[in-house]
């Protein structure tokens, strides 16, 4: 699929942070680590990561803003466009070992989510979309939502609070209406893998609670134009602020959000 320029800036952004990224994995043990708080970290290699999209894309678009997760907000000249970025989405699978982590950046303009691109460099997936553009995998693969509409077969994902995360128990209760009427669910770690993979069809929905708007940005429209659905969790909520939503294909979203959906105040 040929990309607009800005596309076409943030997969070259991504594919950067992605090669400096597998060099840091290959020697993880290595790294030098903090803790940001209980359970969550941050290495080098993650910061290194954020320099280097930061600088390719203010470079090619310096009047742009820019939100990411390790720096403070960049103000733009251009008020209406920001870039939105999580330099490596997965930071715990990471410094474990475990090859399934992801460059994560997103274009708004105006407050709505334009284009986006999730690269996974251990697998070599770059998953990216433009607003009515669709979606796609790497250079010409098309992606579309799982066309199943049955719960019973249906896989679905979803992120565990850890260290007793004020959300873990509503997530249990949702595990126990859930599992007993489905195919399986997964916890994978990465919040842009687990839309990417909505939107390649790979699982049938996805939901979370207290995730960062650079965690679902890009995610959010790559599920959209695959012809998913994506809803706050609670209608009514700003889904990207809020950080809480409910993913997948169009026939099974309104049997997924109701179960839930279910529990009062969730």
Known sequence: MQGSANLNIMIKA???????????FREVENLQVSTKGPGDFVSKADMAAEKIVRETLMEARPNYGFLGEESDEVLGTDPTRRWIVDPLDGTTNFLHGMPHWAVSIALEHKGDIVAGVVFDPAKDEMFFAEKGQGAWLNDNQRLRVSGRAKMIESVFATGVPFGGGKYLPATLQDLGRLMPACAGVRRWGAASLDLA??????????????????????????????????????????????????ASNGAMFDAFAKVIRERPGA
């Open 197 to 246: 993979y909505v939107a390649a069809g790979r699982y049938e929905g996805y939901w979370e609670r207290g995730l960062n708007i650079w965690d679902i940005a890009a995610g959010v429209i790559i599920v959209r134009e695959a012809g998913g659905m994506v809803a706050p969790l609670r209608e009514g909520q700003d889904m990207l602020e809020g950080g809480q939503l409910i």
């Open 14 to 24: 991504a594919r950067l942070a992605g090669r400096s990224l597998a060099k840091d």
